[in-house]
């Protein structure tokens, strides 16, 4: 079946410790975005790919990085300089511009 | 900057009621206004509105755009238990040939039987 792969689902993590959450496609799109949600918040976007490799800081990107070496694959590392690491974290993705994004089912990380 | 602001933030009404919910917007160069509904995991694809004063229906849910007035809702008529989740608009903008999705705050919706 086509879709966005996150992982893990669950994670948690000692403050102070890089982590890198998975998103895979196997929908064939360009974009691929990672968004960050809280507790009654709507999602703020961390960083977002056009194409491989090539990506744009979102409104929320300082403490984060990511990389885009191949079109099906976005992985994001929450850096130990992100200071509120703990949120719901979504990858999602789309074909060409102006078409329907759709999600994967969200990372939840959590730093202890 | 880009803005995505909804209203209300939370809504409660009885089963039945008819709900509308409000999404206001300025975005770069825009193409599309998503409406999304999220429960408890990830967000699921409601609508997406590309043209002013055309409505889409799915159901009992509708929602429409006006461009103009930078502005759209979404209808939901005899509401029913099962439509109590946050539901969030997202507008799509283009800066620098890449897509852009902002999304609001979302309003968190709540029907009691």
Same mark, same amino acid.
């Given at each position: 079946?086509?879709?966005?792969?996150? %992982?893990?689902? $669950?994670?948690?993590?000692?403050?102070?410790? !890089?982590?890198?959450?998975?998103?895979? /496609?196997?929908? !064939?799109?360009?974009?691929?975005? @990672?968004?960050? +949600?809280?507790?009654?918040?709507?999602?703020?976007?961390? $960083? $977002?790919? /056009?194409?491989? !490799?090539?990506? +744009? #800081?979102?409104?929320?990107?300082?403490?984060?990085?990511? %990389?885009?070496?191949? #079109?099906?694959?976005?992985?994001?590392?929450?850096?130990?300089?992100? #200071?509120?690491?703990?949120?719901?974290?979504?990858?999602?993705?789309?074909? /060409?511009?102006? !078409?329907?994004?759709?999600?994967?089912?969200? %990372? @939840?990380?959590?730093?202890? | 900057?880009?803005?995505?602001?909804? =209203?209300?933030?939370?809504?409660?009404v009885h &089963?039945?009621d008819?709900?509308?919910?409000?999404? =206001?917007? &300025?975005?770069?160069?825009?193409?599309?206004?998503?409406?999304?509904?999220?429960?408890?995991?990830?967000?699921?694809?409601?609508?997406?509105?590309?043209?002013? *004063?055309?409505?889409?229906?799915?159901?009992?849910?509708? =929602?429409?755009?006006?461009?103009?007035?930078?502005?759209?809702?979404?209808?939901?008529?005899?509401t029913?238990?099962?439509? =109590?989740?946050?539901?969030?608009?997202?507008?799509?903008?283009?800066?620098? *040939?890449?897509?852009?999705?902002?999304?609001?705050?979302?309003?968190?919706?709540?029907?009691?039987?």
């Amino acid at each position: 079946d086509g879709g966005i792969t996150q %992982s893990p689902k $669950y994670l948690f993590r000692k403050e102070g410790q !890089n982590v890198t959450l998975s998103c895979e /496609q196997n929908l !064939n799109h360009d974009a691929m975005y @990672w968004y960050r +949600q809280d507790p009654g918040q709507g999602l703020r976007l961390i $960083y $977002y790919s /056009q194409i491989v !490799n090539d990506f +744009q #800081k979102g409104d929320i990107a300082e403490g984060y990085s990511v %990389s885009r070496e191949k #079109k099906e694959s976005f992985p994001l590392t929450v850096t130990s300089a992100q #200071k509120n690491p703990t949120a719901f974290y979504l990858c999602a993705s789309s074909g /060409q511009v102006g !078409n329907t994004i759709y999600f994967g089912e969200g %990372s @939840w990380l959590t730093v202890v | 900057e880009d803005k995505v602001v909804q =209203s209300p933030l939370s809504l409660v009404v009885h &089963e039945g009621d008819t709900v509308t919910l409000n999404c =206001s917007y &300025e975005v770069t160069n825009f193409r599309s206004l998503l409406w999304y509904k999220q429960e408890k995991k990830a967000p699921t694809f409601l609508f997406m509105l590309t043209s002013s *004063g055309i409505e889409k229906k799915s159901g009992r849910l509708s =929602s429409i755009l006006d461009k103009k007035e930078l502005f759209s809702i979404l209808n939901i008529t005899a509401t029913q238990t099962g439509d =109590s989740a946050v539901y969030l608009c997202a507008v799509c903008g283009i800066i620098q *040939g890449a897509q852009k999705l902002v999304f609001g705050q979302g309003t968190r919706l709540t029907i009691n039987p």
